[in-house]
């Protein structure tokens, strides 16, 4: 029923959102790998000259560079499997027959809608302060010494924040593909005589695969980007001890007023999110088929 | 057949449910708990009991002028949302009701753009931004916040307008409606819910952003995001007035949050999990 005059404005419709993302799309993109291979440092704006590969060797060979994708990976999957296992086991508890479920899914879900510096701020100060905060009035009651978290475990720190942000993502959605789960299949494994432990491994586990799929994939892209958490926390510190590759771009561009560098460094993140990005359009394409 | 749940089983359910809820929710009721306590009693150890004071509230006002980062994320969520939503509602339309072969190409790309890593762009943007004079401009977030919100409005839009039926539209066609009719009539009402879903989620999404709004602005048009993060140093705010100015920045937000759940799930996996 397409007729040539609905072609047309259907493309006239599409026009404004595709040309808007193409432009945002190629502009800075195409300035960030020009500037990649310029000299150029803020504080001296006139000095701009052609640098080759210099940019990309000097963030190569600094140590930062791979201590800052260690944390990057460490940080990811850390909170990654923190929130899968947790976010699951909290799905099936919640899908147990219990009083109140909509409540406890409401109390489960909220840590999501915080914002990043008030979630990072809240855990600093009122969780996690070596003097004030409530491990350490626990360590204090069982008589022991309280922990500086940021100072001691700094990355550790950063991913329980993260992961309580998270967690209720992960929950949030397979407890929903929990639920969608046939309860028909599920009686007939019971009268089948296929016991709880049974029914998870053959019938729940195969059924959660997709949508623990798309929880790796959703998450790993924001948690390629985690900057806030660690701006308010540690700062990337001590030393780099929990810099990102994120943080690390942001404080050579910013801090260091360094835009070749901060460029490569970009680049550099383009290319390690697209390498997650061709997995998960892989995973949100196969859906749209059907 | 039902199953059958014993009471004991539900009851020993219903506690592990709500000791792993009640943990989970903590440290949002302690900043609550903390908002209501003085200074003195904000460190002055474990309590679940504040004083009950509400000064806190009031100071955070006073001293710091909290209502002009509030009405900031306001005004950007809100605008932002709105204009994404005028640039994609045409878009989702003509690819859900009139797709082609390339609809689905230009989905998944739409979808890419949404995994650039923002800080790969942040030199270029600061730059363009200092250029025209954008930088710590309500105009020039709103722009921000709508360029990244975009791809998940567009998608979340398609995947509710897809859900319509064509065949109403040949229905009400055939009954002799014209296009404005059938718009108005038809349409509408039924694609209404999918666009307030998509509003609800985009504002939650915008007013959270917390890479742009605090690498663009200063002071004129800082966010709570911003806001709040100049509070990271200790000499900032005490504690039970940062725990007041906390509360208030995701109180409204937590609320629109708890109506969302469901929208939430459809929008943030593109409709690959309903």
Same mark, same amino acid.
């Given at each position: 029923m397409a007729t040539q005059n609905t072609k047309t404005l259907a493309r006239l419709m599409m026009a404004p959102s595709v040309i808007v993302l193409l432009v945002w799309m190629v502009v800075p993109l195409a300035m960030t790998l020009y500037y990649s291979f310029q000299n150029y440092n803020l504080l001296t704006p006139m000095n701009v000259s052609f640098a080759g590969f210099f940019n990309y060797q000097y963030f190569y060979t600094d140590p930062a560079f791979f201590q800052s994708i260690w944390n990057t990976l460490v940080l990811v999957l850390g909170v990654l499997a923190i929130t899968v296992i947790g976010g699951t086991a909290i799905a099936l508890l919640i899908d147990q027959p219990i009083f109140g479920q909509g409540i406890v899914r409401i109390l489960v879900i909220s840590p999501f809608f915080v914002m990043p510096p008030v979630a990072a701020l809240i855990w600093k100060n009122m969780i996690m302060h070596p003097g004030y905060g409530?491990?350490?009035? &626990?360590?204090?009651?069982?008589?022991?010494?309280? #922990?500086?978290?940021?100072?001691? /475990?700094?990355?550790?720190?950063?991913?329980? =924040?993260?992961?309580?942000?998270?967690?209720?993502?992960?929950?949030?959605?397979?407890?929903?593909?929990?639920?969608?789960?046939?309860? +028909?299949?599920? +009686?007939?494994? +019971?009268?089948?005589?296929?016991?709880? @432990?049974?029914?998870?491994? /053959?019938?729940?586990?195969?059924?959660?695969?997709?949508?623990?799929?798309?929880? &790796?994939? =959703?998450?790993?892209?924001?948690?390629?980007? @985690? /900057? %806030?958490? @660690?701006?308010?926390?540690?700062?990337? $510190?001590?030393? /780099?001890?929990?810099?990102?590759?994120?943080?690390? &771009?942001?404080?050579?561009?910013?801090?260091?007023?360094?835009?070749?560098?901060?460029?490569?460094? $970009? #680049? #550099?993140?383009?290319?390690?999110?697209? =390498?997650? %990005? &061709?997995?998960?359009?892989r995973a949100v394409g196969k859906n749209l088929d059907k | 057949m039902a199953r059958k749940v014993t009471t004991g089983a539900k009851i020993g359910w219903t506690i592990a449910a709500w000791v792993v809820a009640l943990l989970i929710f903590f440290p949002i009721l302690y900043a609550l708990i903390t908002s209501l306590k003085t200074e003195q009693e904000a460190i002055a150890g474990f309590s679940l009991i504040p004083s009950g004071t509400f000064e806190n509230y009031v100071t955070v006002q006073t001293q710091r002028d909290y209502f002009k980062p509030f009405m900031n994320s306001v005004i950007l969520s809100l605008g932002s949302t709105i204009l994404a939503l005028i640039i994609a509602i045409p878009s989702a339309w003509a690819m859900a009701f009139a797709p082609t072969k390339r609809t689905k190409d230009i989905l998944m790309w739409m979808l890419s753009t949404k995994m650039m890593p923002s800080v790969a762009v942040l030199l270029p943007i600061f730059i363009i931004f200092r250029t025209f004079g954008l930088l710590d401009s309500r105009v020039g977030l709103t722009v921000m916040l709508t360029l990244i919100n975009l791809p998940i409005v567009v998608w979340m839009l398609y995947t509710y307008f897809r859900e319509i039926p064509g065949e109403i539209l040949e229905a009400a066609r055939m009954d002799g409606a014209s296009l404005w009719k059938e718009i108005v009539y038809v349409l509408t009402p039924m694609a209404v819910p999918g666009i307030a879903s998509t509003l609800l989620l985009n504002i939650i999404l915008a007013w959270n952003e917390a890479f742009w709004t605090i690498q663009l602005t200063t002071t004129n048009a800082a966010p709570l995001t911003a806001f709040i993060a100049s509070f990271s140093s200790p000499q900032g705010l005490f504690w039970a007035k940062l725990s007041a100015a906390s509360t208030m920045a995701i109180a409204p937000i937590l609320i629109l949050g708890w109506f969302s759940q469901k929208q939430l799930v459809r929008g943030l996996t593109f409709g690959a999990v309903k």
């Open positions: 409530v491990f350490a009035d &626990i360590a204090k009651f069982f008589g022991m010494q309280p #922990i500086d978290w940021f100072a001691q /475990y700094p990355l550790f720190s950063v991913i329980i =924040i993260v992961a309580w942000q998270w967690l209720p993502f992960a929950t949030l959605i397979l407890l929903t593909a929990l639920q969608s789960l046939d309860s +028909e299949q599920k +009686e007939a494994a +019971e009268m089948d005589g296929a016991n709880f @432990i049974n029914r998870f491994i /053959y019938l729940t586990i195969p059924h959660l695969s997709r949508a623990v799929t798309v929880v &790796i994939l =959703i998450q790993t892209i924001f948690l390629l980007g @985690i /900057y %806030a958490e @660690i701006l308010v926390t540690t700062n990337g $510190g001590p030393g /780099y001890a929990s810099t990102n590759l994120t943080f690390l &771009i942001y404080r050579t561009a910013r801090l260091g007023y360094d835009v070749g560098g901060g460029a490569a460094g $970009g #680049i #550099i993140a383009v290319v390690l999110a697209n =390498i997650v %990005a &061709i997995f998960l359009m | -």
